[in-house]
């Protein structure tokens, strides 16, 4: 079967490093995604992962180890506006996207 | 580029009328649409993928009768929800993708929130 796991809920302090966990079990992989969403707005696009490695993007990166069906988003010098779901999907066989339920990162002062 | 727009942002509607929500992608063609509904603090839920031309394909346990989508050109979705229900107030996002673009990346609308009374 196809499973995407994440934790539910993740608690930072702010200026500090978080790093979220995406572990999948998928029919075929052509890739995986993390998105944002804040609260009652769409998801918007973080990065994207298909070659194993690390992927840096300003504060945010995202590293991909296909062989242990494992990724993680990292995110530096965490701000107020970082709070959000942090959703991880990955690109099937069939170029379907399937999504993890998503990890509501809370950032405290 | 790649901006995906929603109308209405949100709608209000007594229960038993058809609202219907249009999805656009205003500079790229996007050959597939995908429909989501979001309950609160619940993750997404793909409701069909809509390609252009063709039928849309929905997903288990959503009734293709009630969630009429239709895909007529290569930038507009519209999802029509007909005889609404308290039931079906949720947050509706679409979202595009440019077959134009290696990475298959979805890009999605701002959503549009509708509430049933």
């Known amino acids: 079967g196809q499973n995407i796991d994440q934790p539910t809920e993740m608690t930072a302090t702010e200026g500090a490093i978080v790093q979220i966990n995406c572990t999948y079990q998928?029919?075929?992989?052509?890739?995986l995604f993390w998105y944002q969403q804040h609260a009652g707005e769409a998801p918007t696009f973080l990065s994207y992962n298909v070659l194993d490695g690390l992927e840096e993007k300003g504060r945010f990166s995202s590293f991909l180890s296909r062989s242990k069906g494992y990724s993680y988003l990292l995110l530096k010098e965490l701000q107020m506006k970082d709070s959000a779901s942090y959703l991880c999907a990955i690109t099937d066989s069939n170029y379907q996207l399937i999504w993890g339920a998503g990890t509501k990162l809370i950032i405290k002062p | 580029g790649a901006v995906v727009s929603q109308h209405p942002s949100w709608v209000i509607c007594k229960s038993g009328t058809s609202v219907k929500i249009e999805c656009r992608s205003l500079?790229?063609?996007?050959?597939?649409m995908f429909w989501y509904r979001q309950f609160p603090k619940q993750s997404l839920m793909l409701m069909a993928t809509?390609?252009?031309?063709?039928?849309?394909?929905?997903e288990q346990g959503v009734e293709k009768d009630k969630f009429l989508i239709n895909h007529a050109s290569l930038t507009l979705s519209t999802l029509t929800v007909t005889s609404a229900h308290p039931e079906d107030s949720s947050f509706y996002i679409c979202?595009?993708?440019?077959?134009?673009?290696?990475?298959?990346?979805?890009?999605f609308g701002p959503g549009t929130r509708l509430t049933v009374l």
């Open positions: 998928t029919s075929g992989f052509n890739g």
């Open positions: 500079d790229f063609q996007a050959t597939t």
């Open positions: 979202s595009a993708r440019d077959f134009k673009r290696e990475m298959n990346e979805q890009f």
């Open positions: 809509s390609n252009e031309g063709s039928k849309a394909t929905y």
